[in-house]
């Protein structure tokens, strides 16, 4: 089908759809979030059709929540804000430590939490439990378990009646603009996190006529759903020149590249067997040069597990895998259960021929290789899924106001995604933070930000900028991190003498694993 036809279509079914639901019906509801009380807010569900090339098939109800404007003026158009992910709750995201951006915000916007199909509670399909396989020690190998575990789920939610083919990018932009209408506005503006980008991009390309303005924060382009290898190596790269230096940390990290891929050589000689330990509970955790270069990756998305890597890799190189085995055990619980969304929507987004042949080139000279996008993309390749048109992944050409925010030490979406996309935007901004990560830095790394973003959906006009985060505080002993935890430990749980029991008990269990060690060296 071609894109004039489908538009031509999608439009058909808007207007079937706003037919049918004038408005959109807002209740009271209590916002409550995790840590900053409960606050009044209204709640709406819309309905869209599964296939907007079929108006009249099977729906979709989508959830929306309206934070209303405290001194909304008649031209202050609303601010829809796109969940990460894919997979993530705009609703949920607002709950919890990013809350008082949204709250300042909504000042004088009304800010609409979008819970896009097939997430938070927008008519979700029931996950399938995937337990990994423990037998796949290599890439290829895992590849296999990854591909066979993808026909399983097909089939499960086949039975389940959940139409994959439904949950695209594509689709995700059209319910936008059912949203749009039916909320009554000329425009919206558009917030988006990491893959929120990905989809507001397709929305600014598919309707941009909808479109007042866009906030993109951690832009994922219309061609970056699989990462540049070498993109991560620079950004690991980058770690390592901030360790050089502190004095301190150059001392005990002196060259945290060359000793990752002395790591990865030997766990490919040899793979590592540890023990995750906790009271009452250990679990052998069996180290892979596959595992742990998926441990490292996944690690540098975020400031709290990245500070952590340069210690992980020192003590397994010198062979005390326990900290790493955390990392590794932590990434196999997530696999117990693959959701339906994020996969269709990252399998459908896909990649240009161009792209995976760069991937392919800079896989075999990147630290972190293939381990960099598993399961993607060979998870698909036995599904029966077919990605979007090449015309999804093209460069987008806009002069609609967008406002791009990148972190420096951002191995997710680096700020070379946002530059990329430059290219096409006659009337865009691109903030940088220096030593900014993923996830939250991108919002509370430094205390400019949101005066930035309020400033912008008020109409300022966006421009270039470069701001400054703190310098990760990288954890330099195994006793530090326990006891960090255990204070967290003692004062949101179990109280002080507990706390410290679980402490020694750590302490006592690492002594004696290190005098293990030191005997049979001898």
């Known amino acids: 089908m071609s894109p004039q036809l489908r538009t031509a279509i999608a439009l058909l079914g808007m207007l079937s759809s706003a037919q049918t639901h004038a408005e959109l019906s807002f209740e009271p509801y209590a916002f409550e979030t995790i840590e900053h009380g409960t606050h009044p807010a209204e709640v709406a569900f819309f309905t869209v059709p ?138 919206i503006q558009l917030w988006g996190m990491s893959y929120g980008t990905h989809l507001a991009i397709a929305t600014l390309r598919y309707h941009p006529d909808r479109i007042e303005r866009a906030v993109l924060m951690g832009v994922e382009g219309p061609d970056d759903t699989l990462k540049l290898p070498l993109s991560a190596d620079r950004m690991y790269a980058r770690h390592a020149e901030l360790l050089a230096a502190d004095p301190n940390l150059r001392k005990q990290f002196p060259d945290l590249i060359a000793t990752t891929r002395r790591l990865l050589a030997s766990l490919r000689a040899q793979p590592a067997h540890a023990t995750r330990w906790r009271p009452g509970d250990s679990r052998e955790v069996l180290i892979t040069e596959f595992s742990a270069q998926v441990a ?173 985060a703190a310098v990760p505080d990288y954890a330099t002993s195994i006793t530090a991190e326990i006891w960090r935890e255990a204070k967290g430990l003692i004062i949101t749980v179990l109280g002080v003498a507990i706390g410290l029991m679980t402490l020694g008990l750590w302490l006592w269990r690492r002594r004696g694993a290190r005098m293990a060690r030191s005997k049979s060296v001898r």
Not at 70 to 88: C, E, S
């Open 296 to 468: 490292i990756s996944v690690a540098l998305g975020r400031r709290e597990t990245a500070r952590r890597v340069p210690l992980m890799v020192q003590l397994a190189s010198q062979g005390d895998f326990d900290l790493l085995a955390e990392f590794v055990f932590a990434i196999d619980s997530g696999y117990q259960e693959l959701p339906a969304m994020p996969l269709a929507m990252d399998l459908a987004s896909g990649a240009s021929a161009k792209r995976l042949a760069q991937i392919d080139v800079e896989g075999k000279q990147s630290l972190f290789g293939a381990a960099l996008n598993f399961p993607f993309p060979d998870i698909g390749a036995k599904l029966e899924l077919p990605m979007l048109d090449d015309d999804f992944r093209a460069p987008l050409q806009s002069n609609i106001p967008i406002l791009m925010i990148s972190g420096e030490l951002d191995a997710r979406t680096p700020p070379d995604n946002a530059e990329n996309l430059a290219h096409g935007l006659s009337n865009y901004g691109h903030i940088r933070i220096a030593n900014a990560l993923h996830d939250d830095d991108l919002w509370l790394s430094n205390s400019d930000i949101a005066p930035i973003l309020k400033a912008f959906f008020h109409g300022a006009p966006p421009k270039n900028q470069r701001l400054v």
């Open 50 to 187: 599964r296939r907007h090339a079929n108006p009249s098939g099977p729906s979709f109800q989508l959830r929306v929540v309206r934070l209303a404007a405290r001194q909304k003026q008649a031209n202050a158009t609303a601010i829809v804000y796109l969940a990460g992910g894919p997979g993530g709750s705009g609703v949920g995201t607002a709950r919890g430590t990013r809350w008082p951006i949204f709250d300042q915000m909504r000042d004088q916007h009304d800010v609409l939490l979008f819970d896009q199909r097939g997430t938070g509670m927008s008519d979700v399909p029931v996950p399938c439990q995937s337990p990994p396989d423990p037998s796949a020690l290599t890439l290829k190998d895992s590849i296999i378990s990854a591909q066979n575990l993808a026909l399983k789920c097909q089939a499960f939610w086949r039975a389940q009646n959940v139409d994959l083919g439904a949950y695209t990018t594509r689709e995700s932009a059209d319910d936008l603009a059912i949203l749009q209408q039916l909320y009554g506005a000329q425009k």
